[in-house]
């Protein structure tokens, strides 16, 4: 027995499908409900995944709002699952694409990447050739109504949790700001954490993860999460001016 770090179910095999790189295609009926690919490989941050050779990013999944899997050097067959604006198969959980209908021989298995990923890592101009194809797929497209009633919520599990925040999600009062204000100079992560947590409706994420899942600039986020006094003072003088508006915009549904 070979081990892998990517499955592909023995009833769809992988092959070179031209300008998309390789794909899956289904070699034997498969079952609406069946797993057909589990993702492996590395787990790293997106200061990581940058670091890695186009040949690996371009096989990888975000399963978290600062972790990904990057595919083993050597392609595997589990690799190759592409994306269609409508899709034949999803999300199972953050590793595991399951075929959402019966698909039958030589269709080709592809689930829709704003399912999966909620960074601006992979964001392409789409030719999917379907009629619902949005023809360029984007980082926020978890947050659009339309996909997540078409997909009913079938989503990687850390998108689940964004779209549920967007309830909770809410502007900073005048006393919550004052109070950011009053304790920022003596535990300033603190003080921009609990504000956070508001802005976002998470209250229970990390500063990291809410850094990673907003709309801040990617050199931003590094800087933030690095510890620059200059990012946290610029970064609390945004939420006391607009009172975390642009993070509330930011978990709203499009
Ligand atoms: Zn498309």
Not at 137 to 157: A, E, H, M, V
Not at 167 to 183: H, I
Request: hydrophobic share 35%; aromatic share 8%.
């Amino acid at each position: 027995m070979t081990l892998q770090f990517n499955r592909l179910t023995p009833l769809a095999r992988a092959e070179p499908m031209g300008a998309v790189g390789w794909g899956s295609r289904a070699v034997q009926p498969i079952p609406r409900g069946t797993v057909v690919a589990t993702f492996g490989g590395d787990a790293c941050d997106r200061r990581g995944f940058d670091a890695m050779p186009a040949t690996r990013r371009e096989r990888s999944i975000q399963v978290d709002d600062n972790l990904y899997i990057v595919g083993p050097p050597e392609r595997e067959p589990g690799d190759a699952v592409n994306h269609s604006c409508d899709p034949n198969c999803g999300p199972r959980n953050a590793t595991q694409i399951v075929a959402w209908r019966d698909i039958t021989p030589g269709e080709v298995l592809t689930f829709d990447y704003g399912t999966t990923d909620g960074s601006d890592y992979d964001q392409f101009p789409c030719s999917c050739g379907a009629s619902l194809c949005r023809g360029q797929t984007s980082s926020d497209d978890w947050r659009r109504i339309d996909l997540q009633q078409r997909y009913d919520l079938r989503f990687s599990p850390y998108l689940l949790r964004r779209i549920d925040a967007a309830s909770r999600a809410r502007t900073l009062s005048k006393a919550e700001r004052v109070a950011m204000l009053a304790t920022y100079d003596m535990a300033p992560i603190a003080a921009l954490t609990t504000a956070l947590q508001l802005v976002s409706g998470r209250p229970h994420a990390r500063f990291a993860d809410i850094i990673h899942a907003s709309h801040l600039s990617l050199s931003t986020k590094h800087a933030l999460c690095d510890g620059d006094t200059n990012s946290r003072d610029e970064l609390i003088a945004e939420l006391n001016e607009f009172a975390g508006e642009p993070f509330v915009a930011a978990v709203s549904p499009l």
